[in-house]
């Protein structure tokens, strides 16, 4: 499956620093040299755009402003804001799939509408999930409907919080899920664990 490595083609010499939790480089980068990590062979056509996007934030370790950068509809260069992954209309469906290298079909796909509309007040602004779907890095907009209760596949009961520290997660592209992607934002547990694991599952 597709795996493409971040590469810096700029002849400056790289003196990385720990920013913020992640090594990043140390002066303004020229996004146009930069390609991104994605990793296809870690996801599945079923997924919700919030994990896809907190799988890419994760491998990338982007800012905000990098993120909202590749993915928002609009250009928020002078004011970031926070995208709601509920909606797909909040990003561009075109520049999302050509950077992860999936079709803008299966990518609305893991969104809960398409666009603003009456019904999204039922599907829920923090994170809902099933324990045993996220533990394998999958999460599925399905479960963001506050009518959904089960987890189809293990019937279990969906979940809203941390399960350490009950923090509801927010289902938005922020500042806390660039920082923190797959963990709570208060107490930094890990959802996926494997996924933080240098070396993949
Ligand atoms: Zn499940
Ligand atoms: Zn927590």
Redesign the pocket.
Known sequence: MACSTTLLTTGAPFQPQRIRGAWQHPFPIDRRVWAHTVRNDWSSDEESAWIRVAKFSLYNQLFLSDLLHLFASRDTSSKPEALDLRCASTVSLTRMGRVLQVSPETLVAGFCVEAPMPVLSRANQHLRF?A??MESG?HSALFQWDFVGQ?P??K?QLIVGCPACQTPIPYFLDSKLAAKPLQCTACSLRLVPNLHNPAGW
């Open positions: 099933c045993k779907c999958f987890c596949i293990h279990t």
